[in-house]
């Protein structure tokens, strides 16, 4: 009769042992899925940094800031051509550091605009043929539009839409 008894104790000691096991599991994944949705929601984590690996090896937690984007009108013009007439329609978005930036842009854009246009109108359509014609003329307007709303700044020209016909 003994032997019964501590047959049974042992049985609940392994059930319990068992339950408390899964228990646990079950405790470990939900508390792993509950952090991963909240890491997925973006209520925790990194939030607005970012890694970077230098060249030395080392590696460095950067803050990123939030960049805003100016809409320009839409500009068509006329390039310089022989013969024939061609045109050249863009739509252009102007990268900037904040919301405040572009309240300092914005007085400046019958400047801006001028700019463009007078630049714009001296290009022939090979200087537009190609990435690296885009690139220059990227590059040539961020620089003139730095120089025409200087002390504030553009961090860069986007390109929307461009039609040369």
């Avoid at 792993?32 to 925790?44: A, F």
Wanted: hydrophobic content about 45%; glycine content about 8%.
């Amino acid at each position: 009769m003994a032997d019964a008894e501590l047959q049974d104790t042992e049985d609940e000691g392994k059930t319990d042992k068992r339950k408390s096991v899964i228990g646990a599991i079950a405790g470990a994944l939900l508390l792993i899925l509950g952090v991963g949705g909240l890491y997925v929601m973006g209520w925790i984590g990194p939030g607005d940094k970012a890694t970077v690996k230098k060249a030395d090896g080392t590696v460095e937690q950067i803050e990123v800031q939030p960049v805003v984007f100016y809409d320009l009108p839409e500009m068509t013009v006329n390039l310089a051509t022989q013969g024939r007439m061609t045109y050249l329609k863009v739509r252009i978005a102007l990268e900037v550091e904040n919301d405040r930036m572009v309240s300092q842009v914005e007085p400046y854009l019958p400047r801006i605009l001028d700019a463009f246009q007078m630049y714009l109108r001296e290009l022939r359509p090979s200087d537009l043929e190609g990435s690296a014609g885009l690139f220059r003329l990227k590059e040539q307007l961020l620089r003139r539009i730095n120089s025409a709303i200087y002390p504030a700044r553009v961090e860069g020209v986007l390109f929307k839409e461009i039609l040369i016909q």
